[in-house]
């Protein structure tokens, strides 16, 4: 789901784990995907193994790392490896890997040094400021109850939502965001504050810092806001859809348009330290 929806994915799909001759499975391992990715004008197949793991460093055995290798050098196709460390995704080539002590390792900073999620597959990291986010004015119309207790006061409101904006980077009130940039907010962690006056409640969430966030993490961010509260996510009903998110066809197109129009106030693409040959070779 994560290729594609980053955008330069035409086709990704499992690889049946199920080999004959039993005997196979002592020279080869099936990895878990095939993916064909546009890269300055041409398709690129790669295979993919995923994993998936709390800890910060990734661990392959000898002989199961010689085996994926065996796979794909017969098909000559690069073996790449998906790692999810916590929420974070990196896509790296198995040649990363080090011989430890007994094992074939590679730390999380090592990952994301030489991810190709971006090279590749079109991931991005941008920035939503400190002060951007949503606000309400509500009116109050009716109070429906008021209870004292000790010196606390506690009242109960019919209220109307007078007025709803955006403030954008440099502060302005902003009503003319579209459906698709308003969303990026609410990938964020907003902060919730409240003024009250007479006759009106102020409501703001906003960004409290500024947070950096990876297009590939804002799928599970925007994902949850229009799945709702307490409900599960079914990522074989979502990878169906031809829109992953509603109203989102074009993420990194969202957030271009955001940083023209004063919401973000950066992007990054990321390179990874060392470009594996299958990309630099013409």
């Known amino acids: 789901m994560v290729c594609t929806w980053l955008g330069r994915c035409k086709l990704v799909h499992k690889l049946d784990q199920i080999q004959t001759p039993i005997a196979s499975g002592e020279v080869f391992q099936v990895p878990d995907l095939l993916a064909l990715f546009e890269y300055k004008d041409r398709i690129v197949p790669v ?7 709390e800890v910060r460093t990734l661990s392959f055995r000898p002989d199961y790392r010689n085996r994926l290798l065996a796979y794909a050098e017969v098909l000559r196709l690069p ?5 999810k460390h916590h929420s974070i995704w990196s896509l790296f080539d198995i040649s990363h890997m080090q011989m430890a002590r007994k094992n074939y390792n590679i730390s999380i900073g090592a990952a ?5 999620l971006s090279a590749l597959a079109g991931d991005f990291s941008y920035t939503l400021p400190r002060g951007t ?3 309400l004015r509500l009116r109050k119309e009716e ?5 004292r207790r000790e010196s606390e006061i506690r009242e109960e409101w019919r209220m109307v939502v007078d007025d709803v904006y955006y403030t954008d980077r440099d502060g302005k009130q902003r009503r003319d965001l579209s459906p698709d940039i308003q969303a990026l907010f609410f990938v964020n ?11 009106h409640v102020n409501w703001h969430f906003t960004v409290d810092d500024d947070e950096n966030k990876f297009a590939h993490m804002a799928l599970v961010g925007l994902l949850d806001w229009y799945t709702g509260t307490g409900e599960t996510l079914n990522w ?13 066809a074009d993420f990194a197109e969202t957030v271009k348009r955001a940083l023209d129009e004063g919401v973000v106030k950066s992007i990054f693409h990321l390179k990874p330290q060392t470009l594996p040959l299958f990309l630099s070779a013409p």
């Open 47 to 53: 295979l993919i193994e995923v994993k998936s793991t």
């Open 189 to 199: 962690s907003l902060e919730e504050s409240q003024e009250h006056t007479a006759s």
């Open 236 to 248: 074989r009903e979502v990878v169906k859809r031809t829109t992953p998110v509603p109203g989102v």
């Open 133 to 135: 986010g949503l606000h």
């Open 143 to 147: 109070l429906t109850s008021s209870t």
């Open 79 to 83: 073996m790449l490896i998906a790692w």
């Open 112 to 116: 994301l040094s030489e991810s190709l």
